[in-house]
């Protein structure tokens, strides 16, 4: 929007915030829709809208039809992506947190691809990358045309059933470790928005920046696999396995902290915040599988993303305001104990309602 349509940063910020805010409601009526409608019909509703987003795009993507369209298409993404994540949740062969492993590697993997794909086709214009994503809604339609509407089903409640309420203490835990959820985003954020301009001001360039996800992905690929071998152990200690992963997050942090900060000290935050990725991240979804009846969990999986979406939505702007009022360090000081303050509550949240 910057660099092409030349509208103003915080004009292109404004659209990424509601972009982001679109995708929270696509997560939340997407898990509705899985729980109380059609399974089905649900994933085939939110491949449609970004077909048509993105289909629209190949020939409109001037300002304004370009943001219109991108609030659409985060719209579609929050029903697709909840709609997968609930399905994951209909499988019974494998320990839920094997299946979120899966697919937060398979994720993953996609977007090693798909950034490779970008930086091959983007020379030929824009309009090649949005037909390209276009032909790419369009196969996996008919993926999910083939072996989704002949998968397992989700139960449907019917009104003699009425609407299962989960206990209070198991409230409590979602609700903290979805704080924590949201937190551990505004932190992983950024990464992805803040440290490519304090990796400039150090001196180093934006090829160096580029350089640490592709690095970040190599880990992923590697070491998810790797984590997902030893599943079963995970899946019996999963309150340990979130806490190490939280704990990784605001570690990771601590070696951006140095006077100087060298490439190793950004590689070695890199890698541990990579290490805390795999293990929590797709561990919060397995957990909170865990903790709701089978009826509920197209629901809560949307309230999974939902929580996401927010802490990608005001990770970037948080980050931003620090800097520009305090510092740089004062940011990464705060991403630690921010994510160790939720981390405990959850913990002391969890020891209190197991108990009662």
């Known amino acids: 929007m910057h660099e092409y349509l030349h509208e103003t940063l915080t004009t292109a910020s404004l659209v990424l915030l509601i972009n982001s805010a679109s995708t929270v409601l696509g997560n939340y009526i997407g898990g509705l829709l899985f729980d109380r409608w059609s399974t089905y019909k649900t994933m085939l509703i939110g491949i ?9 795009l190949i020939f409109q993507n001037g300002w304004p039809i370009y943001a219109i369209m991108l609030i659409a298409l985060g719209f579609g993404n929050g029903i697709e992506l909840t709609g997968i994540n609930a399905y994951a949740t209909l499988i019974t062969s494998r320990h839920p947190s094997y299946v979120f492993n899966m697919l937060y590697f398979t994720s993953n993997l996609g977007l090693v691809i798909g950034t490779l794909i970008v930086g091959l086709i983007l020379q030929f214009g824009i309009s090649y990358i949005f037909l390209t994503a276009t032909i790419m809604f369009i196969f996996f339609m008919f993926i999910a045309m083939i072996y989704y509407k002949q998968g397992v089903s989700a139960p449907k409640r019917t009104a003699s059933s009425g609407r299962k309420h989960l206990p209070k203490q198991i409230r409590i835990q979602i609700i903290f470790i979805l704080i924590v959820f949201a937190i551990s985003w505004i932190d992983y954020e950024q990464w992805q928005s803040n440290i490519s301009t304090f990796m400039v001001s150090k001196g180093f360039t934006v090829q160096d920046y580029s350089y640490i996800w592709t690095f970040n992905a190599v880990l992923i690929v590697i070491f998810q696999p790797v984590l997902t071998y030893f599943d079963d152990w ?64 197209g629901e809560y999986q949307g309230i999974v993303n939902a929580s996401g979406s927010v802490g990608k939505a005001v990770g970037p702007l948080i980050g931003a305001q620090l800097i520009e009022r305090i510092s740089y360090s004062f940011l990464f000081i705060f991403c630690s104990i921010i994510i160790l303050i939720s981390i405990s509550l959850f913990n002391i949240a969890f020891h209190i309602s197991r108990n009662k």
């Open 234 to 297: 995970l899946y019996e200690h999963m309150i340990l396995r979130l806490n190490i992963g939280f704990i990784l997050f605001a570690v990771s942090f601590c070696f951006l902290l140095f006077t100087h900060v060298n490439y190793v000290h950004i590689l070695i935050s890199m890698f541990i915040l990579t290490m805390g990725e795999i293990l929590a991240i797709p561990g919060v979804a397995a957990y909170v599988n865990s903790k709701v009846p089978y009826e509920l969990r």
């Open 48 to 56: 449609i809208i970004e077909i048509l987003s993105t289909g629209i």
